[in-house]
């Protein structure tokens, strides 16, 4: 089928020779046409499936919000118990004041073992917790001999398991004493968890050689 190639004065006069009735009418169904696009087929097409789909994402949050709701006295009686469980174990850690008083502790707690304290040291490693525990805690160590009956080392030792505040054993070494073979000689090793001092501020000389470099950059 060829193409019609309609002159454009052709297609002018072929335009003014149409009555207006029909125009009118051409008119009439353009707007009804454009009346129905705008009032059925965009609402029908468009707007509805999009309001369905807000529909669904509010029903969605709305069972979301409930189900939540019926969890929260629980979690709520969760923060209660973890709450008083993290409060009792930071007043557990020792202060810079208690380790002061470290050695009188660990002796007293061994008098009422009866066991005899040797001798105690710091103890030279070094030990720090991983990130980001090491800015809030860290161990001291200190190294203990003593000497007592197997029975009485083993109630030390559970004393100090559940001394008040945090110190834990890392090893314990018994070795029989040659003079007094009833009394056996330990080597303790323990760790007071106490809470990390404060970081010191780097130096002002530092602070204003940075500041100069950056002034001249």
Known sequence: MKPLNLPFADVIAFLKSVDKKVWVTILLCVTGFLL???????????ERPLLRRDIQ??????????DLNKK????????????????STRARVFTVEDMGILLGSVSKMASESRVDVLASKPLTEKTVFAAPYHLKYQPYGYEFTVQGRYHDLGNL??????????????????????KTPDRQIANLKLWAIMKALPQAAPPAKAKNVAKAKNVKK
């Open 57 to 66: 994402s509010m029903e969605t949050q709305i069972r979301l919000v409930n």
């Open 72 to 87: 929260r006295p629980g979690w709520e009686e969760d923060r209660k118990v973890f709450g008083s469980l993290i409060e």
């Open 36 to 46: 129905l696009v705008v009032f059925l087929v965009i609402p029908a097409w468009i």
């Open 157 to 178: 030792a559970s004393r100090i398991e559940g001394h008040e505040k945090l110190l834990r054993i890392q090893s314990l070494e018994i070795v029989p004493a040659e």
